[in-house]
């Protein structure tokens, strides 16, 4: 019961956060937006007439993007949740979440699984906003893409979780965008098929296969599409609890990073 | 023999190769109010992280209410009450919010959790102020909701690092009072300050200087000990002397 009350506290506090935070709730909305509505209008028949899965025709940019930008939603979310818990350290109030009297994997998780809460809400409204521009995926799709929303939205918080137990401060999340968002989205499935990087160079290819996030873009390409892709289910599983198990470790008090931070 | 609020034994800590704490140890008997004097860097900080557990002690033991803090974590955290020196406030959420998130970290029911949120509110004279949002407080206010906070649990211990900074006069002694009645109603405290004007006669004192210990005992005590008039003296003795 206690560790009942404490998740669903910790999931309340992040949605009441987020609510109050209007700027934060339209900026997450407008990125993924202006890509939707202005650059994948630009490319709109790059893809020309070819058929991938799971797609039965061929079909505009537009539509083969918005999963990526769905991708895109919950990459900038994890981040930008991790930058919080970097200023929340700061400002103290992380404290107050690890000095409570349960297991700290416990409540780490559960900060995550908040902040995906998070992630999802703002997937769906866009998905909402799609389906008014002329994206429609079959309605069961709106079903099946909640279980590859809340895996993404895990395994991509529990990599900046990770990430922020070794931020010392808020100035290095520059670092973060740099180093970890933008090649993390470029190099992925997110914005073109692999098909179409293996045209123009393998080693990228290659590297976009292996990319966690290009896992997690196909897990919901296919599962909004009504269809199921164990691959790229065993793939975003695996690297989820990888980096969860890392994000513990640096919060642990004793093995982690925390011990040679100081203040 | 009553368990002990907090026992600290033989604790040190290094940031790399310098020695924050040296080989530290000292009580705080339930009922007592124990301040925690030294200057900055002597080590408050480190020792707090240590208690609550955001730092690992690799050496020594730390004891709440009898629970060794590394191997009972939890039972050592359900006893014990921190207000950090950093505000810790949520301020785009109200007073109750905040509060009531507390709460349910502890592992408190809804109906318990509002009765003892309107209690501890009632005792801070902030009953008005439960739907405010804390971004509309000032300082002082802000600071009698983190106690509030920190007491809702009931712990046996209550940590204090340096509540008072950034407080004005009359807001400082108000803390300092309050404080000194919940030990008087059997709570232990541990206060951490370097101001020795917030240290009452009768308080336990452990001054901590350079990481070490260099003085546990009652105030009036270690000042007939040190043949000195003052506190402030005591002080200047204490921490002027090499580590």
Sequence with gaps: MHYLRALSAIVGRELLRFLHQRGRFVAALVRPLVWLFIFAAGFRST???????????YILYEEYITPGLVGMILLFNGMQSSLSMVYDREMG???????????????????????????????????????????????VGYLQVLPALVLGGLMLGALGMFLSSFIKQLENFAGVMNFVIFPMFF???????LWRLQESSPLLATLARYNPFSQAVELIRFALYGRFEPYAFGYTLITMLVFLALAIWGYNPSKGLMTRRGR | MTVPALEVEHVSFAYGSRKALDDVGFTVPPGRCAILLGPNGAGKSTLFNLITRLFDSPTGTIRIAGFDNRRKAC??????GVVFQQPTLDLDLTVDQNLRYHAALHGLGRREADRRIAAELARLDMSQYRKTKVRALSGGYRRRVEIARALLHRPTLLLLDEPTVGLDIPSRQALVEHVHALARDGMGV????????????SDELIVLHRGRVRATGVVTEIIRRLAVATLAEVFEVLTEEDA
Excluded: N
């Design chain 1, 93 to 139: 109030s992380m404290r107050i979440l690890l000095v409570a009297p349960l297991p700290r994997w416990y409540l780490l998780t559960s900060k995550l699984l908040a902040s995906t809460c998070v992630s999802i809400l703002q997937a769906y409204l866009f998905l909402a906003i799609a389906y008014l521009y002329g994206i429609q995926p079959p309605p």
């Design chain 1, 187 to 193: 190099l992925s499935t997110a914005l073109y098929p």
């Design chain 2, 75 to 80: 039972q050592a955290l359900a006893r014990l």
């Design chain 1, 47 to 57: 893809l020309g007439i070819a058929v991938i899965p799971p797609y039965q025709t």
């Design chain 2, 190 to 201: 541990l206060w951490a300050t370097h101001l020795i004007d917030e240290v009452a006669p």
